[in-house]
């Protein structure tokens, strides 16, 4: 057989290019898709120009990888953007500016799901989301706190239709991530580093496939309870 084939969403930087290269080293072939990415395919890695924001891209990166490799074993629907935002003031982004975190971040997540499905239900696959510890608590004026509850909604109801398929479902929700998505604010905070977050996605792939990792929630030591 040949190797099994994992699909990373927002694998440029940060969280997504770590989980990928800790992909690689498990044996995965690795799809690292991106909307900065320059295509270019070989025999166990792919760079693949996506964005997540748009279904017709979505579609097209499951579809291709599929026939040229074959199967699709894992999708990591992790692509998503943070803006600062408030309710009560001035602060943050403008409203017009929020649009597209909301589609990146929630549209994002369920055009993967629903694209990677059917090659997933074909190999009894695995996907997995990366939420946020910003998904189950209260951030006040946060509107990229609430596409993160989404994440943590979408991940069970995904789950609750797949069951029957063999296809697994996971949330990660990590807490600060030493990227360049944090702000300015949280720089001396303590954080995770990116590779932390793929050791925890490695895990929850790597279980027997009667085990169903549903949510994992990783802080940095030291983290506020309310961060
Ligand atoms: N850093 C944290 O503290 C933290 C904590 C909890 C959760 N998270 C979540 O972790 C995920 C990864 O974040 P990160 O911290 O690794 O951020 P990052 O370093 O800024 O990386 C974000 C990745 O997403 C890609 N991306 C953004 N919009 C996209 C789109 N429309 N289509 C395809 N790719 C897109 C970016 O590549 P291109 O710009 O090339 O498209 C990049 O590869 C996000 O969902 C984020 O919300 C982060």
Redesign the pocket.
Known sequence: MMEPVFVV?????????ATASLAADAGYRVVR?????EESVGDRGWDAK????SWDSVQELMSRVESRWGRIDVVFA?????LDTSFVSEAGAKPSEWTEMVV??VC?PAFTARAAMPALMRSGGHLVL?G???GRGVRPGNLYSAT?WAITGLAQAIRAEAVGTGVRVTVVQ????D????PASRAADPKLA?EDVGRAVLYAVSQPSTVDVNEILIRPTGQAAHR
């Open positions: 969403t927002g694998a440029s930087r940060g969280i997504g290019a898709a991106s909307r900065s990415a996506c964005d997540v924001s992790n692509a998503g953007v943070s990146t971040n994002g990366t946020s510890a910003a993160k990590p807490g600060l991530v990227t360049e998505a944090i990116p």
